[in-house]
């Protein structure tokens, strides 16, 4: 089954209501297994980049690094 346009996907999402309303523990744990199963078929996973930009200001510094590299935001400034 595909995923939908916000990344669930429907059968999982079917499955975790239904184990929510399953008052069988044993019935629930079998419902737990298979959408962990289905979640590792799937590979569901969400990348997440967050660029840490660190800068500093004080005395004895010519100029600011930042913006220096086209590659890299981060780069040593000179100092005085």
Not at 43 to 69: D, H, K, M, V, Y
Request: some cysteine.
């Amino acid at each position: 089954m595909a995923c939908t346009p916000n990344g669930g996907y429907p059968d999982i999402d079917g499955l975790f209501r239904e184990q929510g309303s399953e008052p069988d523990r044993k019935k629930r744990e079998a419902i737990l297994h298979k959408i962990q199963q289905l979640m590792h078929d799937k590979a569901i996973f969400a990348p997440l980049f967050e660029p840490a930009f660190l800068n500093a200001t004080g005395r004895g510094w010519r100029e600011s690094g930042l913006g220096l590299s086209p590659i890299t935001a981060i780069r040593r400034p000179t100092r005085t």
